[in-house]
């Protein structure tokens, strides 16, 4: 039946589109920003691999060697960090 087809192309192309977006965006890496030491009231933590103050909610990603922000996991498929941005 034709639409049959036409839900599975749509559900494919959906698929492809949040894999895509997944893939390409950025994760919510942390990064060392020069001169700036963040708010005296924000609550931050030391990452001795990052060597960078980073927020409480943010990870080290072991896999990426990074700290990622809301970090979930390390996707396989991606290659890349699932974290708060994406």
Do not use: M
Request: aromatic share 6%; charged share 25%.
């Amino acid at each position: 039946h034709p639409a049959v087809r036409w839900i599975g192309v749509a559900t494919g192309l959906a698929t492809l589109s949040a894999f895509s977006s997944a893939a390409c965006s950025d994760p919510g890496i942390v990064y060392r920003l020069p001169g700036d030491r963040g708010d005296d009231d924000a609550a931050v933590r030391y990452c001795a691999r990052c060597d960078l103050e980073r927020p409480c909610e943010a990870r080290h990603c072991y896999e990426c060697q990074l700290c990622v922000t809301d970090l979930d996991h390390h996707c396989p498929w991606t290659g890349k960090c699932i974290g708060g941005k994406n």
